[in-house]
């Protein structure tokens, strides 16, 4: 099940439910299930949290979305409903994140309950969440794990736990369906590794160009609040990019950039719409020259820690005036599939492995 929401994380929601062949979609508001139901995305969706009102549960009769069950009261307004057709749930159990979900201890009566509701489909599936599979040896993660396989012992629905942290380190949370997210978008979910270590690639790369280069004295402040100082007589450059379009304003000096390929670095304060650069390394750095924030060569990784932030929400703080650009990369033939599945996994050379 592919985590879509937030604008598939930045991605353009549409545009990934296309290019994506998951079983089903999550997503985290009706409003974004809808969309993609005009789109003609016809596989199964569900929605991560559920209805928040009444009103809702026609539209997802009438739109064939999933929803999660995450609290008595949303139980109640299935009971009372009459609609069109059944719709499938997931029933929630809060295993530890204490965010959503039922007490461990009232899932098998919530589930019976469900069953019996006319409002409800068929097959009942159980799902809870991880609040810290991120991290690579944890004793709360077990202890999740062993609440929700208690809870759910001998209740005969599909159960789901992993998100992308649970796929990647923990394979005994995978059970009937996992929920990739950031992992989809090629990105890593662990605070102490990079994308590249998980044998991901980044699927977005945020770019734009050098739009000008100031020759400046020893002395002179760079930008708001003049928080720079030249230490000598320097080049500046200037990048046409900024938190207007999803640039993090609290990236301090010295967070790294990829100019024209090489690694140059922020001074000065992110404005809206412009990045200072520090040219001293980059002698030949020309007006148009390429700049990448993140994305091929520079993990979004980096960028998040440099910043204080999460790459999730970089990825999608990227703002509506940004210009997507698609290249699309040729899906492999099922015999390079093969080859990259089965054949050289563990023993000849790494990079053949990919
Ligand atoms: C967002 C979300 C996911 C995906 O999480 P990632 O960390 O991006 O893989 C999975 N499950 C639920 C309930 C979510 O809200």
Redesign the pocket.
Known sequence: ?A?V??NA?GHGLVRVARALDADAF?V?AIEEALILREAGINRPILL??GVFEAAELPLCARHGLEI?VHHPEQARLLESARLERPVRVWL?IDSGMHR?GLDPERAPAAFQLLRACPAVAPAVRL?S?LAR??ERDCAYTRQQLHTFETATAGLPGER?L??????LGWPQTHFDWV???????GAS?FADSLASDEDLRPVMTFHTRLIAINRLRRGEPIGYGGTWTCPEEMDVGVAAVGYGDGYPRHAPSGTPVLLDGRAAALIGRVSMDMITLDLRQHPEARIGDPVVLWGEGLPVERIARAAGTIS?ALLCGVTARVRVEILQIPAPSPSERWERDYSTRGEDSEEESR
């Not at 929920?179 to 978008?185: D, K």
Request: net charge positive; aromatic share 10%.
């Open positions: 099940m985590a929401k937030a994380y999550a985290a991560l949290e999660v929630k959503l799902m969440h599979a991120d789901s992993a998100n992308s942290a649970g796929i929920r990739p997210g950031i992992m989809l978008y979910p999730y």
